[in-house]
């Protein structure tokens, strides 16, 4: 079975721009997160979506960043107004978000580089 | 607050053990995990404890865990060059999805 896809794989974008990031979850996982990871830096949570449930927006960093998930499915973060501290490594996560141990699986990333 | 530490760098000759160190702050963690990335690679979930566990062990990973001093550690016996990567300390809060996450141990492993 496919795992979690992110796109585009790299941006690269000028500052003051939009972007737009996309995730695909594992099909089946009623829970998405979005991390940042940034040079030499662990992974910042950013946004949790559950089901229907209100999300999670705790972690992020600024109004320039939203994030939402349609028909439970796919996701799309977005960053208006890009700075150049926004670049990074954008990951995505999904699990089955049951009891118990709840494995996140990751996607690969996408590579914002903001000049 | 929340937060995880852990050491950044950590060099071991091929076929001694590695010990990864991770504190956290949150007591009402219920699990802790650790996660493997290696290069150009996404996050894979290494091994994980719950929190009434002092010790996990699977194959070659040993997972230490001392509550009162909010301490994990993650051994690696017989470490190989395949083991290089950057490791990953996580912990979920009580009530909580989400993972806190530290800044990743870079393991390099030498002949």
């Not at chain 1, 949570?45 to 109004?63: E, H, M």
């Not at chain 1, 499915?73 to 960053?79: A, E, G, M, Q």
Request: glycine share 10%; hydrophobic share 30%; charged share 20%.
């Amino acid at each position: 079975g496919a795992g979690v896809s992110q796109s585009p794989s790299n941006k690269v974008t000028e500052k003051g721009k939009d972007v737009e990031l996309r995730c695909d979850p594992i099909s089946g996982h009623t829970a998405l997160y979005w991390y940042r990871q940034s040079l030499g830096q662990g992974l910042e949570f950013l946004i949790y979506f559950q089901g229907n449930s209100a999300p999670d927006k705790s972690g992020l960093p600024s109004d320039r960043f939203s994030a939402e998930r349609t028909g439970g499915s796919v996701s799309t973060l977005t960053i208006q107004r890009t700075q150049q501290e926004d670049s990074a490594v954008y990951l995505c996560a999904s699990s089955s978000a049951g009891t118990g141990v709840d494995e996140q699986f990751f996607g690969p990333g996408t590579r914002l580089t903001v000049l | 607050g929340e937060d995880v530490e852990q050491s950044l760098f950590l060099s071991v000759r091929e076929g001694d053990s590695s010990v990864i160190n991770c504190t956290y702050t949150d007591s009402s963690s219920t699990y802790l995990y650790w996660y493997k990335q290696e290069p150009g690679a996404g996050l894979q979930l290494l091994t994980y404890i719950f929190s009434n566990m002092d010790m996990k062990q699977d194959q070659r990973l040993t997972v230490l865990l001392n509550k009162k001093d909010k301490h994990l550690s993650l051994r690696i016996a017989d470490t190989q060059t395949g083991d290089s990567a950057i490791y990953f300390c996580a912990e979920r809060a009580g009530g909580y999805n989400k993972l806190i996450f530290g800044a990743g141990t870079r393991l390099a492993v030498h002949p």
